[in-house]
C-alpha cells in the first residue's frame, strides 16, 4: 500500500469514546507491536499529524529492532523514521539502543545526552 502498509484508522468509535486504539487495531495491516502500541501510536499520528519522524521507545525488550513479542516503534522503524531506543539492559549501537537505567532524576539528561 502506498501508506507503508497501514490501513486508516478510524478516529471515532462512539461506543468506547473517541479513541480507541483496540478496535482500530483490528483494522490495520502489519502491525508488529505483541500488543496494540503501533495501532494507537499510528492512530495517534492519522488525528496529529507526524512532524520530525523521530521516536523514542523508554523499556525495549530485545537487542533488535522488529524481533521477538515486538516494539511498539517498529513500524515506524520500517516506515523510515529514526529514533532513540532506551532499556536498563539491552543496547545495539546499530539501532541507537541505549542501555541505562531512568530514574526521575536523570530522564532530562538522558535525552539530552543521545
Do not use: K, Y
Not at 7 to 19: K, N, Q, T
Not at 21 to 32: E, H, I, P, Q, Y
Amino acid at each position: 500500500m502506498a501508506d507503508g502498509g497501514w490501513r486508516a484508522v478510524p478516529r471515532d468509535f462512539p461506543e468506547m469514546g473517541p479513541f480507541f486504539a483496540d478496535r482500530a487495531a483490528a483494522r490495520l495491516v502489519g502491525t508488529r507491536s505483541q500488543g496494540v502500541q503501533d495501532a494507537v501510536v499510528r492512530a495517534i499520528f492519522g488525528a496529529i499529524r507526524e512532524t520530525n519522524r523521530h521516536f523514542v521507545e523508554i523499556g525495549f525488550n530485545e537487542n533488535e529492532q522488529c524481533v521477538g513479542s515486538g516494539s511498539n516503534t517498529c513500524r515506524l522503524w520500517l516506515d523510515g523514521w529514526s529514533g532513540l531506543l532506551l532499556d536498563a539492559a539491552h543496547r545495539n549501537a546499530s539501532i541507537n539502543l541505549h542501555a541505562v537505567m531512568l530514574q526521575p532524576e536523570n530522564v532530562a539528561r538522558v535525552l539530552r545526552t543521545h
